[in-house]
């Protein structure tokens, strides 16, 4: 079966770095997506990475490691706002996505 | 104003009626999406359509049908609803030049079924 595997609850401090993992056992691979979705909000996009490697984009980066199944998210120099659930999906061979539960991150001052 | 809309954002019904809800979409993006996503558990796909002639089932396509009236319309139906169709309902969207993979979502439905 197809699984995506993520922390359900992180705790950090403002101004800190945190990083969150995602493991995944797909059938094929054609990308795996960050989101970020705020409570009863949309889901709003973040990263997306498809070669293997570190891709940086502000205060947020994404890695990927194809062989290992294993992406994070590190996202620095945290802010209150930064507080929401972080989703990691996969493109399986079928062009479909397949979603984590998502992980709570938690900001405290 | 947003690119992809969805009415109505909330919605109260009983066991046993039909409802349905809708998406819009002025991205111009040909393919669409309808998830449900309920405490604890990932987006599940419950329907999706790569162009106006295409529709194709997700995983938890029972107890729901689908509508695709244009290329920027795509509807929701669930014929007879269940309490336990009580979940938050996302339209997505995809198929932008440079960035055809990424799903772009609407600002989701929350259903709750009496």
């Known amino acids: 079966g197809q699984n995506i595997d993520q922390p359900t609850e992180m705790t950090a401090t403002e101004g800190a770095i945190v990083q969150i993992n995602c493991t995944y056992q797909?059938?094929?691979?054609?990308?795996l997506f960050w989101y970020q979705q705020h409570a009863g909000e949309a889901p709003t996009f973040l990263s997306y990475?498809?070669l293997d490697g570190l891709e940086e984009k502000g205060r947020f980066s994404s890695f990927l490691s194809r062989s290992k199944g294993y992406s994070y998210l590190l996202l620095k120099e945290l802010q209150m706002k930064d507080s929401a659930s972080y989703l990691c999906?996969?493109?399986?061979?079928?062009?479909?996505?397949?979603w984590g539960a998502g992980t709570k991150l938690i900001i405290k001052p | 104003d947003a690119d992809v809309t969805q009415t109505p954002r909330n919605r109260i019904t009983k066991t046993g009626k039909r409802i349905m809800l809708e998406c819009s979409q002025t991205?111009?993006?040909?393919?669409m999406y309808w998830y449900r996503q309920d405490p604890g558990l990932g987006l599940q796909l419950i329907y999706y359509?790569?162009?106006?002639?295409?529709?194709n089932k997700g995983e938890i396509s029972d107890g729901y049908s689908v509508s695709r009236q244009a290329q920027a319309k795509f509807s929701l139906s669930l014929e007879s609803a269940i309490p336990n169709q009580t979940a938050l309902y996302f339209c997505?969207?995809?198929?932008?030049?440079?960035?055809?993979?990424?799903?772009?979502f609407g600002p989701g439905t929350r259903l709750l079924v009496l």
């Open positions: 359509s790569f162009d106006v002639k295409d529709i």
């Open positions: 990475n498809v």
């Open positions: 997505a969207t995809s198929g932008g030049q440079g960035d055809a993979e990424t799903q772009y």
């Open positions: 999906a996969v493109m399986d061979s079928n062009y479909q996505l397949i």
């Open positions: 991205k111009g993006h040909d393919r």
């Open positions: 797909t059938s094929g691979f054609n990308g």
